[in-house]
């Protein structure tokens, strides 16, 4: 079917999309100077800029390194309008699962595809990519953005996902299917111009996972690990998850949900980490779904897991690891009228896109999981404006309590003279304003000269805690005591003598006393309304983080905000329990938290101080699991500085994980825009290297 240079076809409407730079001279679109599209310039008819979706299945973000020799128009297209140097998919980074994200907003834990393959116990029937199961409405939750509607046009294509597979993500080879592809986008291109659309449509290309190299001669296999492998159905691969082969038997039920006993740390060199889902890290939102089972192991890139061993092989690359890892990473571009010209962004996730392509579409987003605003960046103009949300509860004063008050069992034996500071300025230790709590509860505000808290009666301990470390070297520890607090009833305090009596559980504090800057400045720090009760295998993480995480921090960021506190998700849904959710679990006794949160911000320029910054942010967060055990790092009989920052990046996350974990609201006093704001708390440190 090669193209004719006959007038008839303009009329017919069939012309091949390179006509009119054959056969009348004009260049294409790839030979045009970038050009800046200030607004829409649609034909008669149009009452809003189209929307062309474009995906492309196992696009590493890497491959856009290959150049305009092997990718001209994408690069053109990149160039001219907005792109990230990544976007990060969900996890697992399998295609069923990202492809709906993208379509919803949603999680996989939310939106029910959590695999391309899965098993509901509910409908006792298998989703498959092979199956006719997969076209059963019942599977599929959420609320896509419908490629029915007038407006917008969808096209996925199945390279480079398939060559990388065969082929390997490094492999020369690659490059023919990302030159097909590159043709394809420019006969698209072209075709608009053609026909005059090229600056009315907006042009959204995609990538739904990355591509890591992977062979099987790298496969562990579970038959190493487990006496039981026969009564277990593993799903394998690049990710492993295990479910018992007779659920309706309550022994091999039961053997099944015990990783710990068989596959940690059994190996020296170990290519994978099992958890049970509650306790994966919480950036992953990957628990709160029937579908995901009970134990899942966490593979190391480059490396696969089976049951036994495998004779075929036929594979070089592969994909479905943990989301953070930089070949997981995949390509985002916008271009058209709405996006904004020649613009990087800061790369995110693929949960946000839901909102922009409904703004784009005029469509009111369903509910999802994406933080809506939080790419106004990307556009031209706009047409959500994101608001703060309203404080619930605000903080009551605290006052002293009548002398004589209960000691609490607790006693210093350093005996100095002791006064409270009460500050009038929280300019120091809260710059960046305080925390708002979202959610009903009675609470109140609790200052130092170091460090304020924001202390809640029914949990009887900190909401959170807030205190600025500047550059400086850090004091010697002061000897393990604690204080009653007179601004607190003892109804709503801990006690020393619940501590002593429970050899299971310790004390923590939040703010660390050895930071304070004098000794009547430290006694501040030892006030029984500065701690929390913690596990003591927990205590050395949390230990290790004070004494030299944070010094190390401040130290290279010119002083850094540190925020900190308890988290409570015994239902394991990644949103805060409620008083009354938290009652199911723990009755009669002080609520042991299921993670604590810390939140580290400081100035992006780091020449100016965390406490004085009146250019953009830059923050960290972690949510770290509280558990009795070190089992995870499989290091734990080793100093803490071999292991436990590690373990600590391990557990990274997004400032938006913690507010929806804790019920609050950070960051409500800068100079920034609030749309820089939610960009900044929905950006996540993967720690990983430079795409």
């Known amino acids: 079917h090669a193209c004719h240079c006959s007038d008839d076809c303009l009329v017919r409407g069939d012309c091949c999309t390179n006509y009119k730079s054959l056969c009348k001279g004009d260049s294409s679109w790839l030979q045009d100077q970038c050009e800046e599209i200030k607004s829409p310039e649609c034909p008669a008819g149009f009452v809003r800029p189209p929307l062309i979706m474009l995906s492309v299945d196992g696009f590493r973000a890497s491959y856009v390194k290959r150049g305009n020799a092997v990718i001209p128009n994408i690069n053109k297209l990149r160039t001219c309008g907005t792109h990230a140097p990544y976007m990060r998919p969900v996890y697992p980074s399998k295609t069923f699962p990202n492809l709906y994200s993208l379509a919803t907003g949603l999680y996989p834990e939310s939106h029910g595809i959590v695999g391309n393959s899965m098993y509901d116990p509910v409908f006792d029937a298998t989703f498959t990519l092979r199956s006719r199961e997969k076209l059963n409405h019942r599977w599929w939750g959420g609320q896509p953005v419908r490629t029915v509607l007038p407006y917008v046009y969808a096209m996925h294509s199945e390279q480079p996902d398939t060559y990388g597979h065969k082929m390997g993500p490094m492999s020369t080879e690659l490059n023919n299917p990302l030159r097909v592809i590159d043709r394809i986008v420019g006969q698209l291109m072209d075709g608009l111009k053609q026909m005059k659309l090229h600056r009315c449509v907006n042009i959204i290309l995609v990538g739904d996972h990355g591509m890591e190299e992977a062979h099987c001669d790298r496969t562990e296999f579970l038959s190493n690990y487990m006496t039981n492998v026969d009564d277990i159905i593993l799903i394998p691969g690049s990710l492993g998850r295990i479910r018992s082969r007779y659920p309706n038997n309550p022994k091999c039920e039961r053997e099944t949900k015990r990783p710990g006993k068989t596959m940690f740390c059994k190996k020296a060199e170990q290519h994978f980490k099992p958890y049970l889902k509650q306790h994966l890290p919480k ?63 800061p790369a995110f996730e693929n949960i946000e896109l839901y909102n922009v392509m409904c703004d784009l579409l005029g469509l009111k987003p369903a509910p999802n999981n994406g933080t809506h605003g939080s790419l106004n960046h990307l556009l ?42 009460f500050l009038l300025s929280d300019s120091r230790n809260l710059p960046y304003g305080r925390p708002a709590v979202l959610f009903r509860t009675k609470y109140s505000l609790l200052h130092h000269s170091d460090f304020i808290s924001g202390y809640s009666e029914s949990l009887s301990m900190p909401l959170w805690t807030s205190y600025t470390v500047k550059v400086s070297p850090l004091p010697d520890a002061l000897s393990n005591c604690v204080r009653p607090d007179s601004r607190v009833p003892p109804a709503y305090s801990q006690s020393c003598t619940n501590y002593r009596a429970d050899k299971q559980i310790t004390f923590a504090f939040l703010y660390p006393p050895q930071l304070s800057s004098t000794v009547d400045k430290k006694y501040d720090g030892v006030l029984i309304t500065n701690t929390v009760p913690m596990f003591p295998a927990f205590k050395r993480i949390w230990g290790y983080f004070q004494r030299a995480l944070v010094k190390k921090y401040a130290t290279e960021r010119n002083g850094v905000n540190v925020l900190v506190g308890p988290v409570f998700d015994y239902n394991c849904d990644g949103v805060r329990d409620s008083a009354e959710k938290i009652r199911e679990y723990v009755s009669g006794t002080i609520p042991v938290p299921t993670h604590y949160f810390a939140v580290l911000t400081s100035c992006l320029d780091f020449t100016q101080a965390a406490d004085s910054c009146s250019g953009p942010l830059s923050s960290a967060a972690f949510i770290l699991p509280h558990r009795p055990s070190n089992d995870e790092t499989c290091r734990s009989s080793e100093e803490e500085s071999r292991w436990a920052e590690e373990l600590m990046k391990m557990h990274t996350a997004r400032v938006r994980d913690v507010e929806l974990l804790t019920g609050l609201d950070l960051y409500r006093r800068t100079t920034r825009s609030y749309g820089e704001i939610l960009s900044l708390k929905t950006y996540m440190h993967t720690y990983e290297s430079e795409i």
């Open 380 to 421: 031209r103009s706009p047409v959500y404006r994101p608001s703060m949300p309203e404080e619930v509860s605000r903080p009551a004063t605290s006052g002293l309590v009548p002398a004589g008050a209960d000691d609490l069992g607790c006693s210093c034996d350093d005996k100095v003279s002791f006064v409270l500071y």
């Open 283 to 345: 950036r992953l939102h990957y628990a709160y779904n029937r579908r995901i089972e009970e134990i899942h192991l966490l593979v190391e890139r480059k490396w696969h897991v089976r049951e036994v061993f495998l004779r075929h092989c036929g594979f070089a690359g592969d994909h479905g690891y943990d989301n953070k890892i930089t070949s997981m990473q995949t390509i985002f571009l916008g271009f058209g009228p709405t996006f904004k010209f020649r613009t990087k962004v």
